[in-house]
């Protein structure tokens, strides 16, 4: 399996943007489609956005289209999610994750194989 180790959360105010990261070791990251989720106080963990392992092929949840956008650098391990307009209704955990089947976006959360921490987001109105 592959480690993950979140950073780049916080507080900010809605409008505003953040940009978080994923950080891969232990496998080949290039072996997997990587994907971020969050979940909010008292809800179950939904699907944000997923990317494919060459970075062409991307999903999104209808809630973020068009304000955040998920990227891969292979060479440095890492998957980042940038987030911009951001609302109230975006605070949450974030938590990246990782699938094996290296050419599938998956929405669905047990397709991924590896989990990281999660890094706190909030969004004050």
């Known amino acids: 399996q592959v480690q993950l180790v979140e950073s780049g959360g916080g507080l900010v105010q809605a409008g505003g943007s953040l940009r978080l990261s994923c950080a891969a070791s232990?496998?080949?990251?290039?072996?997997?489609?990587m994907g971020w989720f969050r979940q909010a106080p008292g809800k179950e963990r939904q699907f944000v956005a997923a990317i494919d392992w060459t970075g062409g092929g991307t999903s999104y949840a209808d809630s973020v289209r068009g304000r955040f956008t998920i990227s891969r650098d292979n060479a440095k391990n890492t998957v980042y999610l940038q987030m911009n307009s951001l609302k109230p209704e975006d605070t949450a955990v974030y938590y990246c994750?990782?699938?094996?089947?290296?050419?599938?976006?998956?929405?669905?959360?047990?397709?991924?194989?590896?989990w990281g921490q999660g890094t706190q987001v909030t969004v004050s109105s």
């Open positions: 994750a990782a699938d094996s089947s290296r050419y599938a976006t998956s929405p669905i959360e047990v397709d991924y194989e590896s």
């Open positions: 232990g496998r080949t990251f290039s072996r997997y489609a």
